[in-house]
């Protein structure tokens, strides 16, 4: 059973800075694209960033472009989602996700984290 546990979530001001982690479990999270996605209250979920087995180029939202960067430590079985210069509109709960590499579907998901930015 694969289990994703995100952290990393909070309140933090305009301008400011998180970063979310996302543990996964299992001996194969290197073999797996992981992606973050969010939702905010009111819309529909959203595709925020994902990357590759090997971490190179990970692919960005148009709207988080430039202020989120994502990174992976198989080693360690996390993913990392450095967010920068917050915007209130970045408000969401943020998930976690894996997708095997030959398949267009997120097969699993962690249970979220809350980021709340204030203006």
């Known amino acids: 059973q694969v289990q994703l546990v995100e952290s990393g979530g909070g309140v933090v001001q305009a301008g400011g800075s998180l970063r979310l982690s996302c543990l996964a479990s299992?001996?194969?999270?290197?073999?797996?694209?992981m992606g973050w996605f969010r939702q905010a209250p009111g819309r529909e979920r959203e595709f925020v960033a994902s990357?590759?087995?090997?971490?190179?180029?990970?692919y960005y939202a148009d709207s988080v472009k430039g202020r989120f960067s994502l990174s992976r430590d198989n080693a360690k079985n996390t993913v990392y989602l450095r967010m920068n210069s917050l915007k209130p509109e970045d408000t969401a709960v943020y998930y976690c996700?894996?997708?095997?590499?030959?398949?267009?579907?997120?097969?699993?998901w962690g249970q979220g984290t809350q980021v709340t930015v204030s203006s």
């Open positions: 990357i590759g087995w090997s971490g190179g180029n990970p």
């Open positions: 996700a894996r997708r095997d590499p030959g398949r267009t579907a997120y097969d699993y």
């Open positions: 299992g001996r194969t999270f290197s073999a797996y694209t």
